[in-house]
């Protein structure tokens, strides 16, 4: 028997639990490796940016409306492709800030001296404008810088009098456009070496809002903040990701119990059943105690229903060779025991025998001949009995007729729908009816009739006799390979299981049905 190379391989349970703790830590590869979890927070800080400095932006441009008229000078035209639609009823900035597509920035540049001084006017805004802005840092722990429409920083805790207009974000402001960018910054002390698996610590985020007034400039509100640390907002949330962590733990525990019931089980079952019948145990034929899946039931019962039908045919066979060896038995022993006799007389080892005693002897020699030779032929159609069937198909009227031709002698009535097509050959169809037949006439059967029905799907052939009837203990044995009443006369015992394996396997059957007088079969026949 060949078996696998021996080498190691995973188990079925092992290959479960790495699939399922590899979905287990898939979230944790996606907050730690694809910073999944730091765009949300630098996402989130830039919208709040927004909303700030949109706030901070409209009270600003107020401001500057108020103070047109008195010469208050405006800053660049913004281009028509930046305007925003005067339809739109809403036109939101969405935050689109990405840790992961190289929008990280080298450190804020310093600010420079202003090329020249922000207006009065606009130095006065700036002022109107620092307690608010002293009071929002202190909620928000942003910081701002108001800026005018050259770039020179008019409010705010620092640089004020100095000029961002060098800077990029603060320059695409300048001309109309809000930007935001990521920036490196450098932290007031060193972080924790765990932090460095997060790179949310080490960064900025900036945006500058352009302050639009009458299609033109007047400033820029100048924004920016650290993100929430991953570390640190895990431990504030801590609670509702240790909930997040059972659940999904839960889940593939539920998860590698679906597998283990619904695969593992039913597999062990299966392979433990095989080693089973392996061993000659017929009880391992019954159903499995639990299938999982239809797939699974489906294998399950094609490999237990094969394995059965191989262990019947095994000892079909047993049985057969043993009833063959029986039956050829009894005629070589007659046939060596005459030709001995017939032997001896020849060389004078003993006495002569009469010429009516070698005639007798012959005649034994060739009767027994005459009954291994129908023996063979029986075991030759046999074995094309229970041959695949390949696409074989017939009407029963010419099947009839060949049967009449066979046995001129008999009486062969026949009636109903032999137009019918069934799906088997002739030659095997008449296989089963000449059997029939035969077994019939040794039984002094005088008339053969054949009555044929039509069930759309079958069709049914009644093959009655007027013979002599089967006994009630033979009833259950007409069928048996071997067995016969009529062995003293030529019979085999074949003819009746021939019949029957044709008709199995051809997916029909064949059955003895009760009458009050003779014998009646009825055969299955599938249509075609």
Known sequence: ??????????????????????????????????????????????????????????????????????????????????????????????????????????????????????????????????????????????????????????????????SLAHIEEVADALHGQYRATLRNRVPDRPPPPIYSFSRGLGVHVFSAMPVIVNNRVAGVIYTTRTPSNIFDHLYQERGKFVLAGLAVILGTIAIGLVFSRTITLPMRELIERAARIGRGDREAFRPLRHYGTREFAQLSQSFLGMAEQLARRSDYIATFSAHLTHELKSPLTSIKGAAELLQDSVQGKSGSLTPDEQKTFIANILSDTQRLEAMAQRLRELARAESLPQNERTELAPVIADLKSRFPMSSIEASGSLDRTIGMSGEKALIVLSHLTDNAMRHQAGTIRLEAVDERTTLLLTVSNDGEPISAPNRDRIFDAFFTTRRDQGGTGMGLAIARAVMASHGGSIRLKPTDDGVAFELQFPAA
Do not use: C, H
Not at 99 to 111: G, I, Q, V
């Open 1 to 162: 028997m060949s078996a696998a190379p021996d080498k190691w391989r995973p188990s079925l349970t092992f290959v479960i639990f790495t699939v399922l703790a590899t979905v287990g830590v898939l979230p944790l590869v996606g907050l730690f490796f694809f910073r999944l979890y730091d765009n949300q927070l630098i996402r989130q800080t830039q919208a709040e940016l927004i909303a700030q400095s949109r706030v901070l932006a409209t009270i600003y441009a107020q401001e500057v409306t108020a103070r047109l008229d008195s010469g208050l000078t405006l800053g660049a035209e913004v281009p028509p492709n930046v305007l925003p639609d005067p339809g739109d009823q809403v036109t939101p900035i969405r935050p689109e800030l990405d840790l992961t597509a190289n929008d990280l920035l080298r450190r804020r540049p310093d600010a420079i001296p202003a090329p020249q001084p922000a207006q009065p006017a606009y130095l006065e805004i700036g002022a109107r404008f620092n307690p608010i802005i002293r009071e929002t840092q202190k909620v928000t722990l942003a910081g701002f810088r108001i800026l005018d429409p050259q770039g020179v920083v008019i409010a705010g805790r620092y640089e004020v009098g100095q």
